[in-house]
């Protein structure tokens, strides 16, 4: 089994959708969560970071952490054509360097 | 500023030839990384390194070397290349643990590579 667990999707929404993309986890050492946004054929790019539980918003994004469950959700709201892209869960441990990634979900919105 | 950039963009290379992946950043951060990304297996980790003159091995290590001379370049070379290592290579650097601990990896665009 894998430390952290993604799925792939592909999921299509249209245009204004509220998306949920969702990520587990096995190792409760993990404290620093990420998502991560890659466009194709670009490398990743850092969307949204949180430290241990709870909510986090940022414009039309909102980060949501569940040590408890080892769970973490990233909802999109209003969504745009331009949110179309694959999207990476990323974790670590309290002074850790190293992330550990999900499998990337991705997404397409559909105008 | 450029941040990282990553040689060549693509590349086809028969079986059994050497190849090094060349990656350089312009950050001054002192750990850096290479990932392999295959579909349906996410970012996997090759290999790493901390500070300038230290590596360690990742998740997937086998038939990969790295150097690490410099804060600047972190190559990544393929001995022997065999067509399982056909993916694409991602060089990521990070800076010091901050507040809070957040270390937030950039990533080069990527290295397309096809063993035949």
């Known amino acids: 089994q894998k430390e952290v667990e993604q ?10 959708a509220i998306v949920s993309l969702n990520c587990t986890y096995s190792n409760s050492a993990f404290q620093y969560f990420m998502w991560y946004r890659q466009y194709s054929r670009k490398g990743p790019e850092l969307l949204m ?15 949501q952490v569940d040590k408890s469950s080892k769970y973490i959700s990233l909802f999109i709201r209003d969504s745009q054509p331009s949110d179309s892209a694959t999207y990476l869960c990323a974790m670590r441990t309290q002074g850790a360097q ?4 999900g499998q990337g979900t991705r997404l397409t919105i559909n105008p | 500023i450029a941040g990282i950039t990553q040689a060549p963009t693509s590349q086809i290379l028969a079986a059994g030839r050497r190849m090094t992946l060349r990656c350089t950043q312009d950050m001054r951060h002192n750990a850096m990384y290479w990932y392999r990304q295959d579909l349906g ?15 360690g091995k990742g998740e997937v290590p086998d038939g990969y070397s790295v150097s690490r001379a410099n804060t600047d370049d972190f190559p990544l070379t393929l001995a022997s290349a065999v067509p399982s290592q056909t993916s694409v290579y991602f060089c990521a650097s990070s800076g010091e643990l901050g507040d809070r601990g957040n270390n937030e990896q950039y990533f080069g665009p990527g290295t397309r590579l096809t063993v035949t």
């Open chain 1, 7 to 16: 799925d792939p999707g592909p999921l299509s929404v249209p245009e204004g």
């Open chain 1, 98 to 101: 190293k992330l550990v990634f």
């Open chain 1, 49 to 63: 970071y949180t430290y241990s539980s709870g909510n986090k918003e940022d414009g039309r994004f909102t980060a």
């Open chain 2, 41 to 55: 297996l996410g970012l996997r980790l090759i290999h790493y390194s901390n500070t300038a003159g230290t590596t």
